[in-house]
């Protein structure tokens, strides 16, 4: 069994190829780069246009698969933003009807929830989803992907992307912003803001602004900011892996990349006897392959739609969707 899986959430074009024991026999990206500020949705969404039929090509060449051996067509029908999301759609739709095969739609944040499964061998992980759109603790009970919580203002990365800008950076900002904190000395005080089980960052990014007016080098804001948003969410996640008895956590989102992330989460679960992975970066950040993967699970539920109902989904919720192919697996109510 071979399924293509086409990502488009935001700026990121990907599109995968997975076979069903969730060997990635091919990944192909590429990501629009705004040159100066934020990402402008009609502008990626170019960029995906332009790029998807190349990237079909070559994920296909690399995975020495042809059309006629691709048994199905999976797409990020939401969450993201709506032009980008359109765009991977069309394509998703075009080669489903082409090719004449079924057209399966998933979640973005599901995805990246279940490639981490398969990558970890881990049965019930609690899932750290930390992207630039995004920032989510899920977890499996009762039929589907629970939220039990998620940032009240922006992602994580979006917060990490918009205070490199303002700081004279381009996009994006979280790994410049790594190597800058591996610089830093001096731990600024910043608002801490954990809200029972949610976290928010627009203070933060408020009071960092400020304390580089005052003159604060940047190695230490990006060494303070790092510290105080990585302990926020190591904390719920913490809080999560206790109060829904889970024994693994995983990582997923492009800031699941950072090493200090990795590190603070590992050690928090490791602490608690816990297990922790993150899986390698290009399954990380967004990518097909992850649709490919879900796409695959939910066909085997028969989730495939007809084209006429594969509407794109722009805030589709993670505990929207049902995941009946957990049915089989493990309880985790
Ligand atoms: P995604 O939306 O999941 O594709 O991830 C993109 C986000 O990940 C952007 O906001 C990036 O700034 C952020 N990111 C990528 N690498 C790192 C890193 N090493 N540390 C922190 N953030 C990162
Ligand atoms: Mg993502």
């Not at 332009?50 to 995975?63: H, I, S, Y």
């Not at 990558?119 to 039929?143: C, E, K, R």
């Not at 990490?160 to 790594?178: H, N, R, V, Y």
């Not at 722009?314 to 995941?323: L, S």
Request: glycine fraction near 12%; include cysteine.
């Amino acid at each position: 069994m071979v399924v293509v899986g086409i990502e488009s959430t935001a700026h990121t074009a990907s599109v995968g190829v997975v076979d069903e024991s969730a060997r990635v026999l091919a990944v192909a990206s590429d990501m629009y780069r705004p040159p100066r500020g934020g990402i402008h949705p009609r502008e990626a969404a170019n960029h995906h246009v332009e790029l998807f039929p190349g990237l079909v090509t070559r994920a296909l060449e690399e995975a020495h698969a042809r059309p006629t051996e691709v048994d199905a067509v999976a797409f990020a029908q939401g969450p993201g933003l709506g032009p980008c999301l359109r765009a991977g759609a069309t394509v998703a739709r075009t080669l489903a009807l082409v090719w004449d095969r079924p057209l399966v739609p998933v979640n973005h944040c599901v995805a990246h929830l279940e490639i981490a499964r398969a990558m970890s061998g881990l049965d019930d992980p609690l899932l750290l989803y930390t992207s630039g759109g995004n920032t989510q603790v899920i977890a499996y009970g009762s039929g589907r992907y629970r939220v039990l919580g998620e940032t009240l203002d922006i992602g994580i990365g979006n917060f990490l992307d918009k205070l490199w800008i303002e700081l004279g950076g381009t996009f994006p900002g979280g790994p410049a912003l790594e190597a800058e904190a591996k610089l830093g000395q001096e731990l600024l005080a910043l608002p801490y803001s954990v809200h029972g089980m949610d976290v928010a960052f627009s203070g933060m990014l408020t009071a960092a602004l400020a304390q580089s007016a005052r003159g604060a080098a940047r190695t230490d804001l990006a060494y303070s900011v790092e510290t105080t948003a990585y302990a926020m969410l190591t904390e719920v996640t913490e809080r999560a892996l206790a109060h829904r008895r889970k024994e693994a956590v995983v990582l997923g989102g492009g800031v699941a990349c950072n090493e200090r992330l990795r590190g603070m989460v590992r050690a928090m679960a490791e602490g608690r006897g816990a297990a922790m992975f993150a899986p390698e970066r290009r399954m990380c950040v967004d990518n097909g392959a992850m649709i490919a993967w879900t796409g695959y699970l939910a066909l085997g539920e028969g989730l495939s739609v007809p084209i006429e109902a594969s509407g794109i989904e722009p805030r589709q919720r993670t505990d929207r969707v049902g995941a009946p192919w957990r049915r089989a697996g493990t309880a985790g109510a």
